[in-house]
């Protein structure tokens, strides 16, 4: 069984996306849990924190793999800030939309296999 074979559940892919989207919101949380400033015992901090650096690190993993196009295709579609619409990315990428869409599937699929999930 091939790696293309393998799915990723609905509610992984969802999950996964939720992650993207707040990437960078995550990694201020990580540093809040870093120094301390965050409620609950040492052991669910500890498990909080580590599940939070091994998503951030297969997204930055995965992020720093792709080629530049494909790069700026996550940080305008997950971290602009911006809810563009397929066709508004489409055209600022000068690419179509369903090829967009394709990438998309493509780093979802990545970052579940790094994560392990599926």
């Not at 951030?56 to 992020?63: C, F, G, S």
């Not at 967009?100 to 999930?117: D, M, R, Y």
Request: proline share 2%.
């Amino acid at each position: 069984m091939g790696l293309r074979e393998l799915a990723v559940r609905k509610g992984t892919s969802r999950h996964i996306e939720s992650e993207l989207y707040s990437y960078h919101a995550t990694k201020q949380e990580i540093v809040r849990l870093q120094n301390g400033s965050y409620p609950g015992t040492a052991l669910t901090v500890s498990r909080l924190l580590e599940s939070l650096l091994c998503i951030v690190a297969a997204i930055k993993k995965v992020y720093e793999a792709l080629p530049e196009e494909k790069q700026r295709f996550m940080r305008l579609k997950f971290w602009a800030g911006k809810d563009q619409t397929w066709d508004a990315l489409s055209a600022e990428l000068a690419t179509h939309r369903n090829i967009l869409i394709k990438w998309q599937k493509e780093i979802i699929f990545a970052v579940a296999f790094e994560l392990g999930w599926r």
